[in-house]
């Protein structure tokens, strides 16, 4: 009876500390700053934020999202070297290759990840809500980069 017990506890064991990792693994990899370069809508190739933020051509725009500790989301964007506004929202990671983001009037939904190259990635949705207009639940493409910007041009295929 001994005999039994040991491997199912190690099992047990195993079990536990895999699962754990890949929560810690995951989080630690998404937490971080991150650049939203462009974020388009229903297959479209506009990039909305030029749209949508104001100065954001003008003023040289930039949307950053903080990940943060439990969840804890943070997007800020600037305009010539200014905050000029900033939304506190919440991120998840449900799965490995999937991101959710709940944080202003056009991020809010489930995302896949994709890496396109390096610290440059392609998070696509079928069912991110969008407020703004109110243009409701459409399929978007948000181009983002971890640490720096990059040109969401180099991301296009």
């Given at each position: 009876?001994?005999?039994?017990?040991?491997?199912?506890?190690?099992?047990?064991?195993?079990?536990?500390?895999?699962?754990?990792?890949?929560?810690?693994?995951?989080?630690?990899?998404?937490?971080?700053?991150?650049?939203?370069?462009?974020?388009?809508?229903?297959?479209?190739?506009?990039?909305?934020?030029?749209?949508?933020?104001?100065?954001?051509?003008?003023?040289?725009?930039?949307?950053?999202?903080?990940?943060?500790?439990n969840g804890l989301l943070r997007g800020e964007?600037?305009?010539?070297?200014?905050?000029?506004?900033?939304?506190?929202?919440?991120?998840?990671?449900?799965?490995?290759?999937?991101?959710?983001?709940?944080?202003?009037?056009?991020?809010?939904?489930?995302?896949?990840?994709?890496?396109?190259?390096?610290?440059?990635?392609?998070?696509?949705?079928?069912?991110?809500?969008?407020?703004?207009?109110?243009?409701?639940?459409?399929?978007?493409?948000?181009?983002?980069?971890?640490?720096?910007?990059?040109?969401?041009?180099?991301?296009?295929?």
């Amino acid at each position: 009876m001994k005999l039994f017990k040991f491997p199912l506890l190690a099992v047990a064991t195993l079990t536990i500390l895999l699962t754990g990792c890949y929560k810690f693994n995951q989080n630690l990899i998404m937490k971080g700053k991150w650049y939203v370069n462009a974020f388009e809508v229903s297959g479209g190739n506009t990039n909305l934020m030029e749209g949508v933020l104001p100065d954001y051509v003008s003023g040289k725009g930039q949307y950053i999202v903080y990940m943060l500790d439990n969840g804890l989301l943070r997007g800020e964007y600037y305009t010539n070297d200014t905050l000029y506004y900033f939304r506190t929202g919440y991120w998840d990671m449900p799965h490995k290759d999937s991101v959710t983001f709940v944080i202003d009037k056009f991020i809010n939904g489930t995302f896949l990840i994709e890496q396109v190259k390096g610290d440059a990635f392609l998070l696509t949705s079928d069912d991110n809500d969008i407020e703004f207009f109110n243009i409701g639940v459409v399929p978007t493409v948000m181009r983002i980069s971890r640490g720096e910007y990059i040109d969401p041009n180099t991301t296009k295929p």
